[in-house]
């Protein structure tokens, strides 16, 4: 038989939500310049992984 929960679920969410806002107001804003580097990024993965996905097709 299990040990009764010390704490109940809805206090449990309540506490992890309570920690994702504070990590979220200390978590520091990207810049401009960032922001931009990082949707390059994003769109060289897609590019890349479309390439790969075409060239799976091809060789099917």
């Known amino acids: 038989m299990p040990a009764p929960?010390?704490?109940?679920?809805?206090l449990r969410e309540l506490a992890?939500?309570?920690?994702?806002?504070?990590?979220?107001?200390q978590r520091p804003a990207a810049s401009t310049a960032d922001a931009q580097r990082i949707a390059e990024l994003k769109r060289e993965v897609?590019?890349?992984?479309?390439i790969e996905i075409r060239d799976i097709l091809d060789i099917a």
């Not at 929960?5 to 809805?10: P, V």
């Open 16 to 25: 992890v939500r309570m920690v994702f806002v504070v990590c979220e107001q």
């Open 5 to 10: 929960r010390k704490y109940s679920q809805e």
């Open 46 to 50: 897609r590019e890349g992984q479309a």
